[in-house]
């Protein structure tokens, strides 16, 4: 995977879309749904020509770009700070488990094998993702902690919904570390990272 800007801009705005349906799901219940399957969809892309292609096209992450470019110019978002950064956190933990990854392939491949029979956004696959997550990126730390009304968090398709997308997250994550982020990237390309999401977002206005 190209170490560029471009490339760390479309896994970072990944991670934020996928942090910020979390929330969302979390706090209301309901996310936007096409937004919610390019981040599912991203887990089935292992071998994608390029960044923007597991996503479909730079269009697909106009949510999670116009969050970046928030974040980078003015930091006030403290939660969606906190998803973002556990999930970096996390993904480096998981990418020295070698056991945890080739779970994680044979998973996604075996949901890959089924998605004529479930879509991506079928509550099968997703509970499927759901379990994938459970069983690999739970037994790590730091754990996750999402807040939200209770009321959505205790419903188990919610939680599935979650999960799933936390798994999303992860794959993101994964896509950040291969383009050459790391700890201090954030702070040291700051304004790299900012103007590139701003021509970014220019490119598909």
């Known amino acids: 995977m190209p170490q560029t800007d471009h490339d760390r801009v479309i896994a970072l705005a990944a991670t934020m879309q996928a942090a910020d349906l979390?929330?969302?799901i979390a706090r209301r219940g309901q996310a936007n749904s096409g937004d919610a399957e390019i981040c599912l969809g991203s887990l089935l892309q292992i071998d994608a020509p390029s960044s923007a292609d597991i996503y479909g096209g730079i269009?697909?992450?106009?949510?999670?770009?116009?969050?970046?470019?928030?974040?980078?110019q003015n930091p006030r978002d403290m939660e969606?700070?906190?998803y973002v950064v556990t999930l970096l956190r996390l993904e480096r933990r998981l990418a020295?488990?070698?056991?945890?990854?080739?779970l994680l392939r044979?998973?996604?491949?075996?949901?890959?094998?089924?998605?004529?029979?479930f879509p991506i956004g079928h509550s099968n696959t997703i509970a499927r993702f759901a379990?994938?997550?459970?069983?690999?990126?739970?037994?790590?730390?730091?754990?996750?902690?999402v807040s939200g009304d209770p009321i959505h968090l205790n419903n188990s398709e919610n939680a599935n919904r979650?999960?799933?997308?936390?798994?999303?997250?992860?794959?993101?994550a994964i896509l950040w570390r291969q383009s050459g982020g790391g700890r201090l990237t954030l702070l040291l390309r700051r304004n790299a990272l900012l103007r590139e999401t701003r021509q970014l977002l220019s490119d598909i206005a």
């Open 80 to 82: 969606l700070t906190r």
């Open 96 to 102: 020295r488990r070698n056991d945890l990854l080739l």
């Open 59 to 72: 269009l697909h992450l106009q949510a999670g770009l116009c969050l970046l470019e928030q974040q980078l």
């Open 106 to 117: 044979n998973g996604i491949e075996d949901i890959t094998r089924n998605l004529a029979h």
């Open 162 to 172: 979650i999960r799933a997308l936390l798994l999303a997250g992860i794959r993101a």
């Open 22 to 24: 979390v929330r969302s």
């Open 131 to 145: 379990d994938l997550y459970l069983k690999t990126l739970s037994t790590l730390s730091p754990r996750i902690m």
